[in-house]
């Protein structure tokens, strides 16, 4: 199946500062690739997605990169806010593209 | 609203019994599937289902089983082969094709052992 690597599995920022997820994946065929986040006792939320066609897409606060040659996609968070804690999970491609990567425990210390 | 429901919130199961969890969909979705979270833990794909009366196994299959009669529905069951059912179970459902649509999260059912 397909192999995703997320990093890092902890970032601890200062509230204002900017914060970077980073996750890579195995198949070349991947084309879709989302960042969920998950609150403690809740299931995940999309927050962003990007599709192989482009390489960068903004709404906000947040962003996601797209690097295809490299086979790395990832997430970045500007301004943080103390509501950006939160546990981060990307979605790898692949023949079914449900392989998530193990999540990044983001905390925003005041 | 539109949205995915599963239940019960909590749930305990003693040892050598068979549990199924709930989980409904009003979103029109043709995919649903199951994931189990263990603490500090991705989410492990169990089973998922693309149309009605068809669905596939995941990576941790072993131990569970699923039905799909309903659009709507995508109970599964976690057996007493088993032999670690304590976890947080997550539904989701998705336009298809399956792995290129935005997946659509339940809150969650938390299986426990007694």
């Known amino acids: 199946g397909e192999n995703v690597e997320q990093h890092p599995s902890t970032l601890s920022v200062q509230e204002g500062d900017s914060a970077v997820i980073k996750c890579t994946y195995s198949d070349s065929a991947s084309n879709y690739f989302p960042w969920y986040k998950q609150e403690l006792g809740k299931g995940p939320q999309l927050i962003i997605d990007i599709r192989s066609n482009v390489g960068e897409k903004k709404d906000q606060r947040i962003a996601v990169t797209l690097n295809k040659t490299a086979k790395h996609f990832s997430l970045h968070i500007t301004e943080t806010q103390p509501e950006d804690s939160a546990v981060y999970f990307c979605?790898?491609?692949?023949?079914?593209?449900?392989?998530f990567g193990k999540g990044t425990h983001l905390i925003i210390q005041p | 609203d539109g949205g995915i429901t599963q239940s019960p919130k909590y749930l305990f199961r003693k040892e050598g019994q068979n549990v199924t969890l709930s989980c409904e969909q009003n979103?029109?979705?043709?995919?649903m599937y199951w994931y189990r979270q263990d603490p500090g833990q991705g989410l492990r794909l169990i089973y998922y289902?693309?149309?009605?009366?068809?669905?596939q196994k995941g990576d941790i299959a072993e131990g569970y089983s699923v039905s799909r009669e309903k659009k709507e529905s995508f109970p599964l069951t976690v057996t007493s082969a088993q032999k670690n059912p304590t976890a947080f179970y997550l539904c989701?459902?998705?336009?298809?094709?399956?792995?290129?649509?935005?997946?659509?999260f339940g809150d969650g059912t938390r299986l426990s052992i007694l």
């Open positions: 989701a459902s998705s336009m298809v094709p399956v792995g290129n649509q935005p997946q659509h």
């Open positions: 289902s693309q149309i009605v009366n068809d669905f």
């Open positions: 979103l029109n979705h043709d995919a």
């Open positions: 979605l790898g491609g692949g023949a079914d593209g449900l392989t």
